[in-house]
């Protein structure tokens, strides 16, 4: 009798565990999961986790910036997968397997890992890496501890980036724009590289640009005034800030001017054409010619100027491709971004004051997209 009991007992635990991994698989609707896991709280378990080499947590952050937008994805807000891992069974000890639908796989779709917890995540992250799957290794000198390649977070990047992604793109940005700014998340010592962003304050007395529903409320007062507070804002930073406003307003000379910089911003202010329902914000690139981290810097100013104004964007992105003659020039010989703000409407405003208010505040939101791009930090 005690057999027969002892032998239903585990054929019983063997029912239940078939059952919850059945459960495990079974995918999960985005609008029906809670909506629990948050950035912040990454960026802590990334300080708090206890990885192989300490520079992995710059790199794992710098990957979650891309792979979830800073934690913006659905599949990390709701299934704690800030890295974009998809399920393999090898690893599934770590996390369950979702369907997630994404427009960055060709069949509209792919299974991913879902996670319980941030620490399955960074774990799942870790061992990802270092797996071997049959006779396949993905990141050999990984695996094998390379001491070229586990040297530093830029080293390592170098090696599994090309692997990881085969679109050159993908290693620059982590690089140049996702790994300072992950230092700077994580309150480590950024790189003391200097970076040079000419302004051009747009419009001139030769060419006016918009006028407000007052007379004195003129465009490139403005331009000029956000000019100024940008320049100031970086003046004690590794962020130098050039102002370029010659009289005669030569367009194709101040894009030439662009050379040598690491970015260029032609800032101005947008008019309507009497219908003031459509006032939205935007960041204007060369229909033609914009590279594509003059559209990423572009697409980031502008979420950043919708938020400080809480105004609409343009195009769902805020992204306005357009043939300006001064984007056209600066393409050619600056090799950083290169775009046109438009603020908002000021046409649609009849105090000066509140234009300058409206002005600064935008300012200030282009220069923390120029902060987050960089990956530095100003300390007002």
Request: net charge negative; hydrophobic share 35%; proline share 3%.
């Amino acid at each position: 009798m005690f057999k027969e009991l002892y032998g239903l007992r585990s054929s019983l635990i063997g029912l239940v565990e078939d059952f919850d991994n059945v459960l495990s698989n079974i995918p999960i609707d985005p609008e029906d999961h809670i909506e629990g896991f948050k950035w912040k709280e990454f960026i802590k378990a990334v300080r708090n986790h206890k990885f192989k080499h300490d520079f992995f947590r710059e790199v794992v952050l710098a990957q979650a910036i891309v792979e979830s937008g800073r934690g913006t994805s659905k599949l990390a807000k709701h299934f704690g997968n800030f890295l974009g891992l998809k399920f393999r069974v090898s690893l599934n000890d770590f996390g369950y397997q979702h369907y997630y639908e994404t427009s960055s796989e060709p069949s509209g779709g792919a299974n991913f890992f879902g996670f319980r917890t941030y620490e399955s995540c960074l774990k799942c992250w870790e061992a990802f890496l270092y797996r071997k799957e049959d006779n396949y290794i993905p990141y050999p000198l990984v695996r094998s501890e390379n001491k070229e390649v586990m040297k530093d977070a830029v080293s390592f990047i170098k090696y599994i980036a090309p692997i990881y992604c085969t679109n050159s793109a993908y290693k620059d940005k982590l690089l140049n724009l996702y790994l300072p700014e992950a230092r700077n998340l994580l309150g480590l010592p950024s790189n003391h590289k200097k970076y040079k962003i000419l302004l051009d304050p747009g419009h001139s007395e030769k060419r006016v640009g918009a006028r407000g529903q007052s007379s004195d409320i003129q465009e490139e007062d403005l331009n000029r005034l956000q000019a100024l507070i940008i320049k100031s804002y970086f003046a004690e930073s590794n962020v130098e800030c050039t102002i370029y406003d010659p009289l005669n307003d030569d367009l194709w000379d101040i894009g030439q001017h662009a050379n040598s910089y690491d970015m260029f911003i032609s800032l101005h202010h947008n008019a309507f054409d009497g219908d003031n329902e459509d006032e939205y914000s935007c960041v204007m690139v060369h229909k033609k010619y914009a590279k594509d981290k003059s559209k990423d810097f572009a697409r980031l100013c502008a979420s950043s100027l919708a938020k400080a104004l809480n105004s609409k964007l343009y195009n769902k992105d805020g992204v306005y491709e357009a043939s300006l003659s001064v984007l056209n020039s600066a393409e050619r010989v600056c090799t950083g971004a290169c775009v046109l703000t438009e603020s908002y409407f000021i046409d649609a405003y009849s105090d000066k004051e509140k234009t300058k208010k409206l002005s600064s505040k935008a300012a200030y939101a282009i220069c923390s997209a120029i902060e987050q791009w960089f990956g530095v930090k100003i300390e007002l």
